[in-house]
């Protein structure tokens, strides 16, 4: 439309293009302004934690910071052939130093992740260490046989690298060795892969359970009245604001064996006495919880796209000559569609999520892989394992989001 | 809990107003019947003595809060209770001050702290207060003629019904071999070889569709009373209180419990760290270790104060002595938890125990 | 074509006595009728109060009255949407209370238009002949006529959302017609457009209802929509009809208070009545004077009316013929075509005076004591 060659022209001569930017820069600072402080608080309290934290997938250096001349040794190593007593020499010197620094447990966790029983081989050599004299290899030799064997170096020799695939290939069920090849776990030491399958597995199905339960209610609270609807919300938001510990206690009493939900099958004759269903330390336990506590999430959404659905839609198609089901189907569902993706996708990604629950009601087939995530948080401490477990776990939900934004569109979405 | 012992400590700080040097610790344990045996047994003796206050907080054990204090540089905990293996494991790591045995207080007829204390009590951080087990216990109203040895717990068809057990391979693993007969000495011997950790294996997976498993420490008790579980490996102090306290018809069997101890640990960098010193020679004295044990059957991780070990605290004719997991009787096949070989082990089996249960 | 499933006993009873009755020319003139209707949402208050109304074949009847006077009520009614509490409506001689709306066969223009946004204008029209199970061309070729119709041919691939509110409008009409239904409702369909297409879409409608033959209920709050384009008027307040007829008696004749004031400007003059003779009223005002009115809905001696007249028959000056008075000019207003005078008449602030802007006409300033005067036919004393 507007004149490339000659643009048009602001009443000062400057261009209008040029002229409107500037009147816009203001505002724009301004909105920004405005904008800064939540911005600031997101950065510092949740984007920069989550790269330190998804950092050490990644990146270890431990290993390399408190054990410095045997790192430098480590490298020059091929791996394959005999250690050298340079390596050995470095080694005992850096056990010194790290005894004396007590950071030897910190070395001892890192080379016992990459094999099991050098945690104590390192701390009981670093207690004796100052008192060893060269040849550094005899003497090593000497204090544990384990000095002397290859592994024990390969294992120092992954542990020693600073940026490392290791924990993601952990993450995947693969392991790392000190020539670069790349392994899959003895079959007795897969699990992350399983986790991975099932937590999807739960989470489709809760959203599925979700949505057919969730539906209808909502359909029931946007067509009442305000004031009814308005007290059936707080029903709805009811497992909000209960506390974790009444629900579960709750599910408990409810879902147990000997709970009620059992009681009424036996006394309905569902279910012999002695063969009542288990319903909860499983994984019905866990579809069932996190389905309970999950609805709102879906009923919220909904109810807000739905209760925006004027009745005159359905009302039309029912003048046009269109049946109940018919003016449903084709009119009402597809307007509600937007609150379905809404709903469907923050039931989807909360659940996959979720620990507190399955940990909780799970048993053992009802774990998912944030439990695992948990564990090597708190339990086992290794933190590198849990942020490659958070990797992968992040990639897979962002490559949801782009499925989802393929075949429904992102811009479909409707909150509220 | 927490709150009691916060209103408590405001009530000893109001006694002792104007006393010159007063102060406050945070003690962070592991909560229930156990921070309330600790209030009893050293936080109310030791305000009384000196005035100063201890703050109670709960946890759920682990090293995870400690390093995420010590590594941020913003320590708010001055002595924390904590298992054997974390004790030794936060201390490689630089977590824990380093402390002298030789400021403990020394036993009854003058003999060393080094040797008053039970073996490996006192380590290079942490000092133990308490020695406690897992044990495994039935309802006896349910079985009457209840299960007697670890074998019983992995025999199905001599008592049928559920198990509990706790998530996780450690005191697992130890439990299967030994109902596998291999004796208490041998246990951990046998685990450190690919073999033993298949024949433990073998073993759970002779009752793996009858467990139910369990986090928590008081599940358990809980587990039991609702009939959920025919019997279930548990802490002996939970199952305790639930009969001294709840009178519940439970019982313990003792044989192949695991033993452990419980430790006290400071914080490198605590805020109040010469004042939680000072709490933790104060409370692992011989009279405090006995006044603590009347109120939770753990025992004293001291020779000395098993003599002063009195009744329970609120039913005079309950002693506690056979009720402790160092009691002779029930002692006998006892498997001492070694700390060492899951320091080394515990990454391995418990993505093996994990892979497991998962499949 | 509407099929009934189960009616009940006293419906079923009625219908065989109204089909017996009926001749052809009856049923023509009673396509619609309304038979002490009432309705209540609460079980409490009445929306709509014993509702009796007749609609002849091929009439455009509109509905008129203020909000919640119970009229868009009546017309969901005869919807389907809304369930008659009491009483029966037919529907060419059929009782349709137990008729799911979807079986009525009849058109709807709403509100708001309800176009289906997910569904392109092409889609939103064959909608209704989907339902009805017609083939692919069949719906192609009706499709395109309606949209002819409402010259809108062209505009099938395009959503509800790209187009106007007036194109909304035709749109939502040619739905409504596509099914060729024989009766057309519409619930305030042009209130969301701006006045100049709602005048110009007033007479499109009309001119479809003629050239088409169809009946129309139409429900309106604006009452020149509704002189416009109705062959009769019912003026709903408070559930009740207060009148039935056609807009000029409406406007001309109005029969309460309600209605006069509700229909066009209207001056009102409270007064009592002080003498009847014949058609004739002696009304005594407040202040005393007095004038002669048309008896028309008003008591006996000595009761309290309001006289209603419209301004375009106040005249300025005095006449032999007419009532005099003296009203005070408190405001002018020049509009054009004509001015209007607000003047104190009788006590009544309000009362407004409208002249032709005629070449030559009297002027008066503001605070001028003006000579007025009307005739007695032009003053109708109505209820209190």
Same mark, same amino acid.
């Given at each position: 439309m507007s004149d490339s060659v000659n643009p048009i022209l602001a009443a000062d001569g400057t261009p209008l293009k040029k002229k409107l930017g500037q009147a816009l820069f203001r505002s724009r600072v301004q909105a920004f302004g405005l904008v800064v402080p939540l911005l600031a608080f997101v950065i510092v309290s949740f984007i920069v934690p989550i790269v330190v934290l998804l950092w050490q997938g990644i990146h270890d250096s431990r290993y390399a910071e408190l054990m410095p001349g045997s790192t430098l040794a480590l490298s020059k190593w091929d791996g394959i052939t005999e250690p050298t007593e340079e390596m050995y020499s470095a080694l005992v010197a850096d056990l010194i130093e790290a005894r004396k620094q007590k950071t030897i447990g910190k070395v001892a966790t890192r080379v016992n992740r990459e094999l099991s029983g050098t945690r104590s081989l390192f701390t009981s050599t670093a207690r004796r260490a100052a008192r060893l004299a060269a040849p550094y290899k005899d003497a090593l030799v000497e204090v544990n046989v384990a000095w002397g064997e290859i592994e024990t170096w390969q294992a120092m020799k992954v542990a020693s690298r600073v940026y490392t695939p290791g924990y993601l290939l952990a993450a995947l069920d693969f392991s790392l060795s000190a020539d670069g090849t790349v392994t899959r776990k003895p079959e007795n030491r897969r699990i992350h892969i399983k986790l991975f399958l099932r937590t999807l597995e739960i989470s489709v199905v809760v959203t599925v359970a979700c949505l057919f339960l969730g539906y209808p209610i909502a359909y029931l609270l946007s067509s009442l009245p305000l004031r009814t609807s308005n007290i059936l919300l707080i029903l709805v938001l009811l497992p909000f604001w209960t506390s974790l510990l009444v629900r579960t206690t709750s599910w408990i009493a409810m879902l147990q064996a000997q709970g009620v939900m059992n009681d009424l099958f036996v006394a309905f004759g569902i279910t012999g006495d002695d063969d009542r269903f288990s319903l909860i330390y499983n994984k019905t336990g866990t579809l069932i919880a996190m389905t309970h506590i999950l609805l709102p999430f879906m009923i919220l959404p909904l109810y807000s796209v739905m209760k925006a659905i004027p009745p005159s839609y359905v009302r039309a198609a029912k003048s046009m000559g269109a049946t109940d089901w018919t003016a449903f189907w084709r009119v009402y569902f597809p307007q509600s569609v937007p609150g379905i993706g809404a709903g469907v996708l923050l039931v989807f990604i909360l659940a996959i999520g979720y620990y507190i629950t399955p940990a909780l009601v799970g048993g053992q087939d009802g774990q998912m892989i944030s439990n695992i995530i948990d564990f090597h948080m708190r339990k086992s401490l290794n933190w590198n394992l849990a942020a490659a477990i958070g990797l992968v776990l992040l990639v897979i939900i962002l490559a949801l989001f782009w499925i989802y934004d393929r075949i429904v569109g992102i811009d479909n979405l409707k909150l509220g | 809990m927490k709150r009691d012992s916060l209103l408590l400590g405001i009530a000893a700080t109001a006694l002792i107003a104007g006393a010159a040097h007063s102060g406050s610790i945070t003690a962070v344990s592991w909560g229930g019947a156990y921070t309330k045996s600790q209030v009893e047994g050293y936080h109310k003796p030791w305000t009384a003595a000196t005035g100063h206050v201890v703050v109670s907080e709960d946890y759920n054990g682990g090293l995870a809060e400690v390093k995420s204090q010590v590594e941020a540089g913003n320590v708010t905990w001055d002595i924390v209770d904590l298992e054997m293996s974390d004790a030794v494991r936060g201390c490689d790591e630089g977590l824990f001050e380093t402390i002298d045995p030789g400021i403990l207080p020394a036993g009854a007829d003058g003999m060393a702290a080094e040797d008053d204390f039970i073996n490996g009590a006192i380590t290079e951080c942490a000092v133990a207060n308490i020695v406690w087990s897992t044990i495994f216990a039935y309802d006896n109203s349910v079985l009457t003629d209840g299960p007697e040895t670890i074998a019983d717990f992995f025999d199905l068809e001599k008592f049928s019904g559920k198990r509990g057990l706790r998530k996780g391979p450690k005191a697992t693993l130890e439990l299967a071999l030994a109902a596998d007969g291999v004796s208490a000495d041998q246990i951990y011997e046998v685990l450190g070889t690919p073999e033993g950790v298949d024949r433990a294996f073998a073993k759970l997976d002779s009752i793996k569709d009858q467990v139910i498993w369990r986090e928590a420490g008081s599940q358990p008790p809980q587990l039991l009373a609702d009939g959920e579980v025919v019997m279930t490996t548990a802490y002996n102090g939970r199952i305790f209180n639930a009969v001294a306290a709840e009178d519940k018809p439970f019982t313990i069997v003792w044989d192949s419990q695991i033993f452990d101890t419980d430790l006290w640990a400071i914080p490198v960098g605590a805020p109040n760290r010469d004042l939680a010193l000072e709490f933790l020679v104060f409370s692992t004295a011989i009279e405090q270790l006995a006044a603590q044990a009347s109120y939770i059957s753990y025992g004293p991780a001291r020779k000395s104060s098993m003599p002063l070990v009195g009744s329970f605290h609120s039913k005079p004719d309950l002693m506690m002595g056979p009720h402790m997991p160092t009691a002779p009787e029930n002692f006998a096949t006892a498997i001492a938890n070694d700390f060492e070989f899951w320091a080394d082990n515990q990454d391995e089996l418990n993505e093996r125990f994990n892979a497991w249960l998962a499949s | 074509m509407v099929e009934v499933s189960a009616v009940e006993i006293s419906g079923v009873d009625k219908a065989k006595e109204r089909r017996k009755t009926l001749s052809d020319a009856s049923e023509k003139s009673e396509f619609v009728v309304f038979e002490r209707v009432q309705k209540s949402? !609460?079980?409490?208050?009445? &929306? &709509?109060? !014993?509702l009796n109304l007749t609609m002849a074949r091929g009439e455009f009847l509109t509905l008129l009255g203020p909000s919640g006077s119970g009229k868009t009520t009546c017309l969901m009614m005869l919807a389907g949407f809304e369930t008659a509490t009491h009483g029966d409506i037919f529907l060419a001689g059929r009782p349709i209370n137990n008729i799911p709306p979807y079986k009525r066969g009849i058109g709807m223009v709403f509100q708001n238009y309800a176009l289906f946004p997910h569904m392109t204008v092409g889609e939103n029209l064959s909608f209704p002949l989907e339902v009805r199970k017609l083939g692919k061309s069949e719906r192609e070729e009706k499709v395109k006529k309606a949209l002819d119709m409402v010259k809108m041919v062209g505009f099938e691939k395009r959503r509800p959302a790209q187009l106007s509110g007036g194109q909304q409008q035709r749109i939502a009409l040619a739905r409504a017609l596509v099914f060729e239904p024989e009766l057309i409702l519409m619930d305030e369909p042009l209130g969301a457009l701006d006045k100049q297409l709602r005048e110009h879409m007033q007479f499109e409608i009309k001119h479809l209802h003629e050239r088409l033959g169809i009946t129309v209920v139409y429900v309106t709050h604006d009452q020149s929509e509704a002189l416009t384009m109705s062959d009769r008027i019912a003026v709903f307040n408070d559930g009740v009809i207060q009148q039935l007829s056609n807009p000029d008696d409406l406007y001309e004749r109005p029969e309460n208070a309600f209605v006069a004031q509700f229909i066009g400007e209207n001056n009102r003059l409270k007064g009592t009545i002080e003498s009847l003779n014949g058609k004739i009223v002696h009304v005594a005002f407040d202040d005393g004077c007095q004038s002669k009115a048309l008896a028309v809905n008003c008591g006996g001696k000595g009761s309290r009316t309001t006289l209603s007249i419209r301004p375009e028959r106040v005249a300025l000056g005095w006449d032999e013929e007419s009532n005099t008075t003296r009203g005070e000019v408190l405001e002018l207003t020049y509009l054009g075509d004509h001015i209007r005078y607000r003047m104190n008449v009788h006590g009544n602030p309000d009362f407004v005076l409208r002249l032709p802007n005629t070449s030559g006409h009297a002027e008066l300033a503001v605070g001028e004591s003006a000579k007025i005067s009307w005739k007695s036919e032009d003053c109708r004393a109505l209820d209190p």
């Open positions: - | - | 949402y !609460d079980g409490e208050t009445l &929306v &709509v109060k !014993d």
